[in-house]
């Protein structure tokens, strides 16, 4: 059974930072693509960052490019979100979701490419 948490969020004031963490269970955890995507009050969900099955690709919103960065993380099943230099805009739910196999050499901001999804962690950005 495949289980994605999020961790990591919380309230920052605007410039600062946070580093969300998704953990996945399941096997060949190293076979799909991630991606974080954020859904703040009244606005629907959005694509945030994305990397591929090896680390090797990324892509970003345009919002957060060269503020967020997206990794694996050195402990297995494990994939960040270092989040820097925050804005209020940034105040949202985030969600960490994995790719289908068909996907894993992508690193993509369509949802429909992302089978499995976490319950969230909400990042709040005050002025």
């Known amino acids: 059974q495949v289980e994605l948490v999020e961790s990591g969020g919380g309230a920052v004031q605007a410039g600062g930072s946070l580093r969300l963490t998704c953990a996945f269970t399941g096997r060949s955890w190293s076979s799909y693509g991630m991606g974080w995507f954020r859904q703040a009050p009244e606005k629907e969900r959005e694509f945030v960052a994305a990397?591929?099955?090896?680390?090797?690709?990324?892509k970003f919103a345009n919002s957060v490019e060269g503020r967020f960065t997206i990794g694996r993380g050195d402990a297995k099943n494990t994939v960040y979100l270092q989040m820097s230099n925050l804005e209020i805009e940034d105040t949202a739910i985030y969600f960490c979701?994995?790719?289908?196999?068909?996907?894993?050499?992508?690193?993509?901001?369509?949802?429909?490419?992302?089978?499995?999804w976490g319950q969230g962690t909400q990042v709040t950005v005050s002025s």
């Open positions: 990397i591929n099955w090896n680390g090797r690709l990324t």
């Open positions: 979701a994995r790719t289908t196999t068909w996907y894993r050499d992508t690193a993509t901001d369509d949802p429909n490419a992302y089978d499995y």
